[in-house]
């Protein structure tokens, strides 16, 4: 019963995302407020019938209702409730629903927020926000309905993948959803903004906060799932330049881009279009992240079963959603064309430059990810793209961003130069060099590739500390905290995302260069070396999970002077539902590196193959991408706080320095 | 002014072109002439890898306690890949028996103990001529499988001409096995 109620709540939110599309956008045209006005109300219905249908189905699942074929398929009577709770999105039906959930609640925050927003542009923007939710509604309802029922209900379902049953998985598909449904907002801004043929900066004003949200949102997701990938798949790597992955790297290098491009039509109104134009790619690539698994046309190891019959409705979806923006694009675009009124070596200039090779990287990442499918269309050969081709490509597009990411923000508006920039740039070069030789005395056998690595990094974080420095440093007229209280947040978010990208080259870099790893097969008794520890087999032992079986090596971790400091219980188990076996990776993270261990095949008689890793300063890479959203999250609710400022401030004065060289934002936009 | 324009229509041109081959892939695959399951193996055009592996006992079959590959030879051979614990194999089961009338089958057993296996035949019938137990999966490492079921066809002198991944499906036997098949001139 509650599964048909589900069902029709779901039916009820197509038919008021109908309303909520078509209704509004007639409104805006007549100015006829009444119909604007249906925008946030259908948004808001919609939202909670969505709630509901949501609900409905995770109650299936908390109750293993297994005459729900859903249910039935992917869950099991004696999996732990949270697998249960989070197998409702571990396949294909749920997943949907739950990023149907997502793009409506951010349709219905956008309906109860956006206040000081003039009707009709936010009327327009969720008009496009009930477009895409009716699209996937419709996908949902026709191809993918969860709530189907089976004419004969089973004992016990046939469980969920093993190797699914994750606490990292289980967060990891809601964060990357709430990063690619994000863009949606995005999306619509830049729709709404072709119809109208207007683009001030208020709009990018208006749209900033979705997409750095959405943005932190997609940077946890994907660090969620490369950590998930170095814990759960045991191979010891973090990235693989899967099709999986590629398919979410590439909205977030779009959205990077987006962030920034928007920066300059918020303070400069220039690069309209360019935004315009960027916010459509963002969005489609992440719908593109989402859907081209599951539509049969590329490989994967993650992928759910794919079916081609829903390919097409998927490649439909696609086709309108990314086509008739861009042919409104090459209609009203053009009247959003301003010409350039600033030089190279400016803050717009780096920008652009920073777009250009987030744009570039997007494209060598795209290609990387399209190109066997497309050769193999046209010669029949099947290829696959590996790391060697993204390392030589992708790394060095990365390396000449990082180079402007460290004096681009230290740059004047237009032209010029702001005092800041000679001893930033001095700092910079210091850092770089010191780095380098640094690297170079401790260790000289290393190329020019670790080299440079190390280089950037110091300059970088030498550009970004001279610069926290030359801001915040006590002066005659004010002292630490009072130049601090100053700076606008966007600022101080920026520092801590770019600092960030230092830790995570860090951890990167460090994994790839002084990563330790022996493969052997060992007897208990044996002793292992690897990078300074002594690690002893001691033994196995036999292990009851509350839905498994698994075997247990223990490793005892020793230092030089035969300290204990560690012990280590790599598993392999059994999972009797599926008969399948995974292996379980044992980890003990710390900040100067990580052990790492697994349990290979093996019995008594011919020993154990064990797979012992030592990876220096690899948790870095998800503590810099952790820093990179708290810097995203940073500016998002300082600009709240710095706008109601504004507000507040009767007089007017100026609440920066340099960094507001821009003129004024011109109050009131239309409206 | 016309030079702008026609840069705010390039994208639109890209998207058609990439729509373009993406609906063609989708087409392709739809008609079943394109698998994405059909990945490239190093294997074609080489002999099959040395396979020898405990048989399994079943009634009025052969006593003997292993099973090679090379009993095979002189004939076109289908090795197939599979277990009882894994759910595309029991989809794939009457596709199988279908192809057994016009093709030997060589069943490996992958990672499976034989109770279960024999169980497996039970329920979803017995298309092999012999099937071979691969306990601990060391001879699929040395096929280099990718995940069961999966299956080979070989030629008459044991060289892989064909492999396929995941299930076989009456698509696939139309449209990949059987021309393969008459290629070989069976």
Redesign the interface.
């Known amino acids: 019963m509650i599964a048909e109620f589900g069902h029709f709540a779901l039916i009820t939110a197509f038919i008021l995302s109908l309303a909520q599309s078509v209704v509004p956008l007639f409104g805006a045209a007549r100015r006829n407020i009444a119909m604007m006005l249906v925008a946030p109300a259908a948004a808001i219905s919609v939202t909670l019938a969505v709630i509901l249908s949501f609900s409905a189905l995770v109650w299936g699942f908390i109750t293993s209702d297994f005459s729900l074929a859903l249910v039935a398929n992917h869950s099991h009577s004696t999996k732990p409730m949270i697998y249960k709770i989070s197998g409702t999105w571990g396949n294909h039906e749920g997943s949907l629903l739950l990023w149907i959930l997502i793009l409506v609640i951010y349709g219905g925050l956008m309906a109860l927020g956006g206040r000081t927003m003039p009707i009709a542009l936010k009327a327009r923007i969720l008009a496009i926000q009930g477009m895409v939710s009716a699209s996937f509604l419709a996908f949902s309802l026709f191809t993918s309905n969860p709530f189907q029922r089976l004419s004969t209900i089973p004992l016990d379902g046939?469980g969920l993948n093993p190797i699914l049953q994750d606490p990292g998985l289980a967060i990891h598909p809601p964060m990357l959803y709430l990063g690619y449904v994000g863009l949606s907002m995005a999306f619509a801004f830049a729709v709404a903004a072709l119809i109208t043929g207007e683009v001030d900066r208020m709009w990018a004003k208006w749209m900033r906060p979705w997409v750095i949200a959405a943005w932190c949102a997609l940077t946890c997701g994907i660090a969620l799932g490369s950590w998930w990938a170095y814990y759960e798949l045991g191979w010891g790597g973090w990235w693989f330049w899967d099709p999986v992955e590629n398919a979410s790297l590439m909205p977030w290098l779009a959205a990077t881009a987006l962030l920034h491009s928007a920066i300059v039509v918020e303070k400069r109104g220039q690069l309209k279009?360019w935004t315009v134009?960027l916010a459509?790619?963002a969005f489609?690539l992440s719908l593109v992240g989402t859907f081209i698994v599951r539509?049969?046309?590329?490989?994967s190891v993650h992928s759910f079963a794919?079916d081609?019959?829903r390919?097409?409705f998927v490649?439909m979806i696609?086709?309108f959603a990314?086509?008739i923006p861009?042919?409104l694009?090459?209609w009203r675009?053009?009247k959003l064309?301003t010409t350039a009124d600033f030089t190279l070596t400016s803050r717009e200039g780096a920008l652009i430059a920073n777009n250009m090779l987030l744009i570039v990287a997007t494209a060598i990442v795209l290609l990387g990810t399209?190109y066997p499918?497309?050769l193999?269309?046209v010669t029949g050969a099947?290829?696959?793209v590996g790391p060697p081709y993204f390392d030589a490509t992708f790394n060095p597009v990365m390396a000449i961003l990082m180079m402007i990411m460290a004096i681009g923000p230290v740059m004047a508006w237009r032209r010029g130069r702001t005092t800041r920039l000679q001893p930033v740039m001095i700092c910079a070069l210091a850092g770089g060099a010191i780095a380098c030789i640094a690297l170079l005395s401790f260790e000289a056998r290393f190329g020019i590739g670790p080299l440079a690595a190390l280089g950037l990094i110091g300059w970088l974080s030498a550009g970004i500390g001279a610069d926290i420095w030359l801001q915040l440093r006590p002066t005659k007229s004010a002292n630490f905290s009072a130049r601090l209280k100053r700076l606008p947040r966007d600022v101080i978010g920026m520092w801590v995302a770019h600092f960030g990208i230092v830790i995570f080259m860090l951890g990167a870099v460090g994994d790839s260069l002084f990563n330790s790893e022996q493969v052997v097969r060992a007897n208990p008794g044996d002793v292992i070396r690897i990078a300074d520890r002594n690690i002893t087999f001691t033994g196995i032992q036999q292990v009851q999970g509350p839905n498994y079986q698994a075997v247990a090596a223990q490793l005892e971790y020793r230092d030089e002077a035969g300290n204990l400091f560690a012990v280590l219980r790599p598993e392999k188990r059994i999972y009797s539902a599926?008969?399948?076996?995974t292996t379980e990776a044992a980890i003990r993270p710390t900040l100067r590196g990580d052990d790492y261990a697994v349990l290979g095949?093996g019995d008594a008689q011919i020993g154990y193959t064990l797979r012992l890793y030592y990876k220096p300063l690899i948790s870095w890479i998800w503590g810099g991408a952790a820093l990179m959203a708290v810097g995203g999250l940073v500016a998002v609710f300082g600009r709240q706080r710095t706008v109601r400022r504004q507000n507040a401030a009767i007089t007017g004065v100026a609440v920066s320095d340099t960094h507001m060289a821009a003129p004024p934002l011109s109050r009131g936009g239309k409206g | 002014?016309s030079k702008?324009?026609l840069s705010?229509?390039l994208?639109?041109l890209a998207?058609?072109v990439?729509?373009l081959?993406?609906?063609?892939?989708?087409y392709?695959?739809?008609l079943g002439s394109?698998d994405?399951?059909?990945?490239?193996s190093v294997l074609v055009g080489k002999p099959a890898p040395q396979t020898t592996l405990p048989r399994l006992r079943q009634q009025d079959h052969n006593n003997e306690n292993s099973v090679t590959l090379t009993e095979f030879r002189g004939q076109p051979l289908l090795v197939n890949f599979f277990a009882?614990?894994c759910?595309p194999c029991r989809v794939e089961a009457p596709a199988l028996e279908m192809i057994s009338k016009n093709i030997a089958i060589f069943g490996i057993a992958y990672?499976d103990r034989s109770e279960?296996t024999a169980e497996f035949l039970q329920q979803f019938g017995n298309p092999f001529q012999a099937i071979g137990m691969d306990i601990?999966g060391r001879n699929g490492i040395r096929w280099g499988v990718y995940g069961v079921p999966e299956t080979y066809l070989l030629d008459r002198d044991g060289v892989v001409v064909l492999r396929h991944a995941g299930p076989i499906t009456r698509g696939i036997i139309d449209n990949t096995i059987m021309p393969a098949l008459e290629d070989l001139g069976s």
Do not use: H, N
């Open positions: 046939k279009s134009l459509i790619m489609s539509s049969g046309l590329l490989t794919s081609p019959a390919g097409v490649l696609l086709l990314v086509g861009l042919a694009y090459a675009g053009p064309f399209f499918l497309g193999e269309l099947r290829i696959t599926e008969r399948q076996t095949d | 002014m702008v324009r705010f229509l994208p639109l998207f058609a990439l729509a081959f993406g609906a063609i892939a989708l392709s695959t739809l394109r994405p399951a059909q990945l490239p009882s614990w759910a990672k279960d601990d």
